[in-house]
């Protein structure tokens, strides 16, 4: 059974946006600075969960920043033991008897609670700012925002931040269509401020981890890949390319063309690879989900775009893609 049904989620946001206050632009601006330094910048520690789907998870989070920057550790307290320790931009998870693995800056930037765009002026263009009613989450009061798609590409967010320090303490995200909830964060426990014990920050489960593997000189590309250009045609609108790479991935034949583009709250991946590059092992298109990904092949290429969007937006970016 849906932890909550689409029905919660769609009176939920009529009654939102019956209350609804709009916010300036430069109120929506300094609301982003302030959340983005509060997640940054203070001492806090907590427990949140994190539901999607039928499925829900729940989180220890530590975090100290000190003259030495940010530090930051966050371990699951419910099914497979997993660890999440920061120093900064580089984040290294820690699964027992798995070797440890590193996440980029961009995925560490956007740990919850942390909502800090690429870009805050792609976030303005394509959302409009709502103040909401006053909640209270985990024993703190907090101003509820709704961030509301200006089209039908994106989904509408719900954010729930506290006055003083603009910690965010809660995060929503809905379908467009029926206002279903795709994804929730929220904190159950959390105390702002104060100081962190060191030995809170230390990783418990790297001692459980398998050696890393030394970094290894790059292996070159297949001539076919590295020479490969494609024309973009009718892009969804809004989205920002932030970065091209091509790379070797696990369990493909042949290394993989990435274009990674934000709207600046959303994410929207298109991996592009030889159509006989390795087993697919996703169906061709998922359109009920917070992750939604459609997949396509346009002479001798796979074209594969995925992300935190509606159906139609992962569609349209495929279909945007076409071998020069």
């Known amino acids: 059974m849906r932890l909550r049904s ?35 910048s203070l001492n806090y520690s907590g427990v949140y969960f994190y539901q999607h789907a039928d499925v829900m998870e729940t989180f220890r989070l530590v975090h100290q920043f000190d003259a030495a920057g940010e530090q ?9 033991p997993r660890e999440f320790v920061r120093n900064n931009d580089q984040i290294v998870g820690y699964v027992p008897d798995l070797k440890p693995f590193t996440l980029d800056r961009r995925a560490a930037n956007k740990f919850f609670p942390g909502v800090i765009p690429d870009q805050a002026v792609d976030v303005l263009n394509n959302y409009n700012f ?22 039908r590409l994106r989904h509408p967010h719900k954010l729930c931040v506290e006055p003083n320090s603009g910690l965010m303490l809660k995060s929503t995200m ?41 970094p290894r000189p790059s292996a070159g590309l297949a001539p076919a890949v590295a020479m490969a250009q494609f024309d973009t045609v009718n892009l969804p609108s809004g989205f920002r390319l932030i970065k091209e790479t091509r790379s070797q991935l696990p369990g493909k034949q042949l290394p993989v ?37 459609f997949s396509r092949q346009a002479d001798g290429w796979r074209i594969t775009a995925l992300g935190e ?7 349209l970016f495929s279909l945007a893609f076409s071998p020069r």
């Open 130 to 151: 709502k103040r909401l009613n006053i909640e209270r989450v985990a024993g703190h009061d907090c101003q509820s925002i709704l961030l509301e798609p200006k089209d």
């Open 174 to 214: 809905y379908g467009p269509e029926h206002g279903e909830v795709l994804e929730h964060f929220s904190f159950t426990q959390l105390d702002i401020g104060g100081q962190i014990e060191k030995r809170l920050l230390k990783s418990v489960l790297a001692s459980r981890a398998l050696p890393a593997d030394p």
């Open 6 to 40: 689409g029905l919660c989620g769609l009176l939920l946001l009529a009654a939102s946006a019956h209350a609804a206050d709009l916010m300036t632009t430069n109120e929506s601006a300094n609301l982003l600075k302030k959340m983005g330094v509060a997640a940054r």
């Open 309 to 315: 969007v509606p159906l139609r937006t992962v569609q």
């Open 257 to 293: 063309l990435h274009y990674l583009y934000s709207d600046g709250m959303a994410t929207v991946s298109v991996f592009i690879e030889p159509a006989g590059n390795g087993p697919v092992s996703l169906p061709l298109t998922q359109g009920k989900s917070n992750f939604n990904f």
């Open 72 to 80: 930051e550790r966050r371990e699951s307290l419910d099914g497979l």
